[in-house]
């Protein structure tokens, strides 16, 4: 599983980072309403067991192991769309958007 | 389009900013509901009128009998209302208005009935066994609430999963800072408006539309908030687990699912295949402990994919609002495209499609977020289908050899929420349900909540439980009270320790 993300996503982290944010991570999440998502945190703990599947703006974008293996030689893409109502708390909310990850191609 | 406020301290109040957000029907693309955008400074003024009203002892301290009788006051409000509410269920969720005006919605007062009958039975104070050592001693547990409570509520059952954090939260004395979905917002504020006109008194109910990141995040980092309650995805449990440990506070959590139907081979085929698919086609697939995985033993796969793939061809999808469609739309056209990409997974690792796979398009359908419910045969458990929550109409098919091996493909999965076991021999049934790693299952049926007993999640489908009294005791902090049976001071030999 490999995530690439696209211009549109690399200027949002950039941004939310810009706004002071520290330690911050893009981790692809799993379950219940927003199914599999990335969300960005700061200063985060994503669990014991996740893999390195990408870089956003030097930001790493990890992965739940389980999940990457799941998605084997997958290439994904990581983008943004504005989104006024998102509940998901990654930061990038804060601007009127939302990451999305979509397959490649 | 309907119009709504904050319910803050008593008050029906815009957001602090003056900000507002709409809601979308998913059926149409048509705006609902316009809400205020609340942000942290309105939830820090929410948790301020919930601590006062805590603080303020009206609530806390009153007989439970009475905080009884105001609910079910409510519930029965509720029942008064039941079509209205209904309808504006389907207009923001999506639930077809047969589920919300039959199941989703009446359920909610029933399931009130359940928690205030449990909460009586439930003692405040509770003797403890006898103890003699090292002297005689009286002990008592008492049963106290936290205090204020945050509660954040999904969009898929918004006005149930309002119900059921606020109810306990309630009942056993706390005060509330409710957190409703975006995406559905309006009953919720609803409720609010029902127990007000109920009496409920200024500050110990409080309502807040507005983003996670800004509402949610101010419930799960403030020190005024004793308790947070959050049903989503388990990534965003996760954070909520984080932020909520600067303060230590109790949380509970009701997260993803990807739950297990084991069909085993003297099922009988009449029940267990409507009620396979009654287990993962209702509201679309987008329910948290949905039967997503249907495991089959090989020696009667293919009369079973013939009963599923007919049945499921009768299924009518269509706008919510219409009383003969049997499925509605997925929430948003975020959502459509995620179930969409997991077709496109499913069939480019190998399974393959029994039955749907396409989006629902022309007339009406462009309006919408509609795909067609569909089946894939051929599931390997290790598949991205079969391993990862889609929340949507999709039903992965997995074969299996023996009831074993249907038990260690059901508990392979990083969750661990729901399930089912389908057969004529209860007690075989009753065997397997108990090596599944899960917070319920369910024998010959599905979705089945009852207020009575509790629901929750094993693994990372989270911590805690709601319903029931497990339910309602998570909102309760428990107190050892010891009194001592050994007046004199020459009876207290233990002072010697310290020598006084």
């Not at chain 2, 947070?228 to 909520?240: K, L, M």
């Not at chain 2, 045969?377 to 023996?402: H, R, W």
Request: aromatic fraction near 8%; charged fraction near 20%; proline fraction near 6%.
């Amino acid at each position: 599983m490999r995530v690439k993300p696209t211009p549109t996503a690399e200027r949002t982290v950039s941004e939310v980072a810009a706004s002071g944010r520290e330690n911050l991570l893009v981790v692809i999440g799993t379950g219940c309403c927003d199914s599999t998502a990335p969300y960005l945190f700061d200063n985060h703990y994503p669990g014991p067991d996740v893999v390195e599947v990408g870089e956003v703006s030097g930001v790493k974008i990890l992965a739940p192991a389980w999940l990457a293996k799941a998605r084997g030689e997958a290439e994904l893409v990581l983008d943004c769309e504005p989104e006024q109502s998102s509940d998901s708390m990654s930061l990038e909310c804060e601007l009127g958007l939302r990451m999305t990850l979509r397959l490649a191609g | 389009m309907r119009e709504y406020q904050n319910y803050v301290d008593g008050e029906w109040v815009e957001a602090l900013s003056g900000e507002t957000m709409d809601t979308t029907n998913p059926s149409t693309g048509e705006a609902v509901s316009r809400v205020p955008k609340g942000g942290r400074d309105d939830a820090q003024r929410a948790v301020a009128a919930a601590r006062r009203a805590f603080d303020g002892g009206e609530w806390s301290d009153m007989p439970v009998e009475r905080r009884v009788e105001i609910v079910r006051d409510v519930a029965n409000r509720i029942l008064d209302k039941v079509s209205d509410i209904a309808a504006i269920e389907t207009d923001e969720a999506g639930q077809t208005i047969r589920m919300s005006s039959l199941f989703g919605i009446p359920l909610a007062p029933e399931h009130m009935r359940a928690m205030c009958s449990t909460m009586l039975s439930l003692p405040e104070l509770e003797p403890l066994p006898f103890n003699n050592y090292p002297a005689v001693s009286w002990n008592l547990a008492s049963y106290e609430p936290y205090g204020v409570c945050g509660q954040i509520i999904p969009w898929n059952y918004p006005f149930i999963m309002a119900v059921w954090k606020m109810m306990p939260a309630l009942l056993t004395g706390n005060c509330v800072v409710v957190k409703p979905a975006s995406y559905t917002p309006s009953t919720a504020l609803e409720l609010a408006k029902i127990m007000e006109e109920a009496g409920v008194p200024k500050g110990v109910v409080n309502v807040i539309t507005g983003p996670g990141g800004a509402v949610g995040e101010e419930l799960c980092t403030s020190a005024g908030v004793d308790k947070i309650a959050f049903t989503g995805s388990t990534e965003v449990g996760r954070r909520v687990m984080q932020m909520a440990s600067g303060t230590v506070k109790k949380v509970t959590l009701e997260l993803g699912g990807k739950s297990a139907s084991i069909l085993l081979e003297d099922a009988d085929l009449d029940v267990a295949v409507p009620g396979a698919l009654w287990g993962t086609f209702l509201h679309a697939g987008q329910i948290c402990e949905s039967g997503t995985r249907l495991l089959v033993p090989s020696s009667i796969y293919d009369e079973v994919c013939e009963r599923l793939k007919a049945v499921t061809e009768t299924l009518k999808v269509g706008p919510a609002s219409d009383f003969d469609s049997d499925l509605g739309p997925v929430v948003s056209a975020a959502q459509l495209k995620t179930v969409m990409d997991y077709v496109q997974i499913g069939l480019k690792e190998g399974a393959k499609l029994l039955t749907g796979g396409e989006r629902l398009t022309g007339g009406d359908y462009d309006k919408g977020y509609f795909h067609q419910p569909t089946i894939f045969v051929d599931v390997d458990n290790s598949m991205t289908i079969a391993q990862e929550e889609i929340f949507g109409p999709v039903l992965s098919v997995i074969k299996y050899d023996t009831p074993d091996q249907a038990v260690k493909i059901a508990n392979d999965s990083i969750y661990g929420l729901g399930g089912s076991v389908w057969s004529t021999d209860i007690p075989q049934a009753i065997a397997i349900a108990r090596k599944i790693r899960t917070g319920t299952v369910w024998i010959n049926d599905f979705h089945l909540i009852n207020g009575l007993f509790p629901f929750g999640g094993y693994k990372q489908s989270g911590v805690g439980r709601e319903l029931g009294s497990k339910g309602l005791r998570e909102y309760q902090q428990v107190k050892h009270i010891h009194v001592d049976q050994t007046p004199r001071k020459d009876q207290k030999f233990w002072y010697m320790v310290l020598g006084v």
